[in-house]
DNA sequence: ACGGGTGGCTTTTTT
DNA sequence: AGCCACCCGT
């Protein structure tokens, strides 16, 4: 391949960045910009034009979707399949690092993954074997406080000395749940991470190996990066080796979870000689969106100067609706995707975004009225799921029986008549004996063969056994099916109430079809593991799509956080209110606050032809309504950028009647009506237009009427006349 | 072991 | 208003 067709489709910044010859360098991509491009191009220029191997080549992602994405179009570019080329998220790659020097990293070579979930339960676990109380010490903090811990890189010997009370209790937990965690072979999603900078921070000869390995390194979403990964960084790249980092500090929206966005102009110092190129020209707006999304976003303090433009068309301006309510917002944004879709266009283009999840209560229901299918993002994924990660517990220990994590899961579901104290027993045991818990149980069963707690574990133990026949086997849905029956988990979660079992059935026989397809591909030809436990490994690392259906046509509904990353034609802000957006725990903190207007820019730049912002005078929040504002965010839109759909009615208060400011003038489409016409009806009396809804034979207008209160009517049969 | 009642909480989420 | 976790009674 040569060189023009690898840069024939770029612009000047674009090809300016594939061409340099730096060693380092830094791409300051701006939404929309192209920045997958730059990488994937790039890829493709190192390999062909350079000649370096794809598999001296490592790209790193956040998350799997991109990951794929990001393999696939490198593959479509370079015509060639890289199944082993060092393409990942950050918890992928270096998993697959440790797998391959379990050794030096003091791990067992079965060592198994902890999901969120997981973790939670055996800090739970834990705590309430240091008599710990949950109610004084929720678990989930603990939880926070540990990641946050070792996604910094501190072990407990390195926090400092000046700890309160508070802190010094979490690091007392940390201490025991990281040894209940090596006693067992655990390894958390922070530890995969602090586990291989330790191994590369430790050892000269497999650091040097790597840096050399890798010739050259590639990160994307780089101000998503957190301490730890950025230090991970550092240790595969070395102090003189190649690296590009693509990224954005205006698209920062995870700092909250540790991501530092000042990593960007870290880099800059580690590597003065970086070449630093920025990506302006957006593809994916039109220019009043873009206008109106930079508008927001540089009242933003300390960014990285950077400012979008665009070729593409002026376009419409930003629409601004004023709902009564969340049931008026959800019912216009339906009506307007009801013009849409009667225009020609597609309901997967259109995309509703808000700040909470509990916003989509509201859409869904208005939705579900229109009869049109749609698509929420988010939720709990395949995985996750407890039906299926009971399932894989099962299977966990099969390859392993000493697998404590799977072993508590699933010793007592279905129910086996194992309870709590049977339990503190087992472990009580366990430790005594400093053994698994299954071999605590063999113990027991072999020991007092009466009871009824030992003929359970002994039911248990036969069971497991039985299912770990044919763990080798490559047949992994012909595994599952035979794992499912013989728990009885479909019968067990088949008799939850309603809809929640039916589901659950469901699942599990997904899974059965999502194993049949399953083809395990190892690391390369170093990697021993079986079909089954590439199976596991993956399903720990990449809990999967939230539904299976994913190309269906629907109307996609999102939280801005999920939103990141995408584009559609026509999309939704709802809930553009002070104290939703900007959230109330956000807005008495600059740092917050500017995190939450980053989200704002984020969101509007997924427009790509309409936007719309929504707000609702009163929403019913927490069981009570709530009146608020506009959100400030709206206010900092210009106003030639912008047009409010309802100027007519302005209430002053809900509670005090309408007090109509009419702005006037404004025709409603296609009829012979504008906002402010007097009218009279023939039953109502007469009155004013307020507002209206759509067009034509369609169009409704709200009219405030003499006789009070205000009513909705289709304009082609109510007979409307002007005074 | 299970189910019903109660109290407390309520941003965003990936790996 | 809902959802979830926990507690207590059967």
Redesign the pocket.
Known sequence: MDANHILESLNEAQQQAIKSDAKQSLILAGAGSGKTRVITHKVAWLSSILDINPMSIMTV???????REMRGRIEGILGEQLQTMWC?????LF?RMLKMHWQEAGLIKSFAIL??DD?LRVI?RVMKEMNID??QW??SQVQWFI?KQKEEGRRKAKISSNNSYLEEKMAEIYESYQAVCEAEGLV???E??LRSYELLNNNEGLRDHYQRRFEYVLVDEFQDTNEIQYLLLRQIVGPDGCIMVVGDDDQS??S???AKSGNIKRYTKDFPKADVIKLEQNYRSTKNILSAANSVIKNNPSRMAKELWSNNEEGEMVKVYRAFNERDEAKFIVDIIKDWVKEGGCLSECAII??????S?SLEDSILRAELPYRI???V?FY?RAEIKNALAYARLAVDRNNDAAFERVI?V?????????MDNLREAARQADSSLWQAAEEMAKANSSGRAVS?FQTFIDLINKIATHKDTEELGSFFTDLIEASELKEFHG?E?GEKGRSRVENLEELITATSNYFGIGEDDTDERTTLELFLDQA?????E?QADESEKAIQL?????SKGLEFPLVFIAGCEEGLFP????MDDAG?LA??RR?CYVGMTRAMQRLYMTHAEVR?????DSFSPVSRFIKEIPEELKYEIRLAAEKEHPDQGFKPRIVGGTDVADTPFALGDRVTHNMFGEGIILNYEGQGDNARVEVNFDSGGSKWLVVSYANLEKV
């Open positions: 992602t956040f998350t799997n979707k991109a990951a990942g998220t950050f918890h992928g998993h999901d969120g973790q739970k949950l109610d929720p678990p990641n958390d999603f922070a995969i991470l929206i995870y909250w979870r540790g808000y700040r909470s999840n509990a916003q209560r993002y988010g939720g994924r996750e007592n279905p129910t086996r008549g194992i309870g709590a104290k049977t359970s008799k109430p720990a690392l990449d809990a999967g939230t999102m939280t801005l956080h999920s959230h109330q725990r956000s917050q995190e939450e989200l019913s929040l927490y069981g009570s």
